[in-house]
């Protein structure tokens, strides 16, 4: 079966712009997380969707950072006017139910800002 | 939130020896996860083991769980060069789950 999607997998802006980054997740999981992974550190959290709950935002390292996901299925994470110290790779993971459950990670977006 | 932190940050043995990372966390848990993630690719999920549970085994992989010393590890045995990677545990927390930085393994041929 279809695992997590994320696009697009690379993406190089410039300074100032804004980007927005995509996650699939596994048809009927009601959890999706966003990480980041900056070069040579661990996964840092960002944000944690649970079914119609509102979302666990308190991994989001600035206002810049924004996150929706419509009809409880896609997510996007939307980063407003990017600085260099964005560029990272961005992993989008969903669960069956919960943080209790396994999560299935996509192959996750590469930021380079320029 | 509380993150599960691995130890060694590095760890780098021969082809065939054995490999051991360990991972300590804060609070009650109810599960604990290892994954590993090669360079420059996503994450992939080596095993979970519950709260109740104290070992593990899934092929070459061993995880302990030790809930009162609130620490976890992960025994690779005969290792390989393809073992090479990064490995990350995370905890649960009720309703949250956060990865630590990373236990860096390479296997030299």
């Known amino acids: 079966g279809a695992g997590v999607s994320q696009s697009p997998s690379n993406k190089v802006t410039e300074k100032g712009k804004d980007v927005e980054l995509r996650c699939d997740p596994i048809?009927?999981?009601?959890?999706l997380y966003w990480y980041r992974q900056s070069l040579g550190q661990g996964l840092e959290f960002l944000i944690y969707?649970?079914?119609?709950?509102?979302?666990?935002k308190s991994g989001l390292p600035s206002d810049r950072f924004s996150a929706e996901r419509t009809g409880g299925s896609v997510s996007t994470l939307t980063i407003q006017r990017t600085q260099q110290e964005d560029s990272a790779v961005y992993l989008c993971?969903?669960?069956?139910?919960?943080?209790?459950?396994?999560?299935?990670f996509g192959p996750g977006t590469r930021l380079t800002v320029l | 939130s509380q993150q599960g932190e691995e130890d060694p940050q590095a760890l780098s043995i021969q082809e065939g020896e054995n490999a051991t990372m360990n991972c300590s966390y804060k609070?009650?848990?109810?599960?604990l996860q290892w994954y590993r993630q090669n360079s420059g690719r996503g994450l992939v999920h080596l095993i979970l083991?519950?709260?109740?549970?104290r070992e593990k085994h899934s092929g070459r992989l061993r995880v302990t769980l030790d809930t009162s010393k609130k620490s976890s590890s992960l025994l690779i045995t005969a290792s390989r060069a393809a073992d090479t990677a990064s490995y990350f545990c995370?905890?649960?927390?009720?309703?949250?789950?956060?990865f630590g930085a990373g236990t860096r393994l390479t296997v030299k041929p």
């Open positions: 609070t009650s848990i109810n599960n």
């Open positions: 083991i519950r709260s109740n549970e």
């Open positions: 048809s009927g999981h009601t959890a």
């Open positions: 993971a969903s669960s069956l139910g919960g943080a209790v459950d396994e999560q299935f």
């Open positions: 969707f649970q079914g119609n709950s509102a979302p666990d």
């Open positions: 995370a905890t649960d927390d009720i309703n949250d789950m956060r």
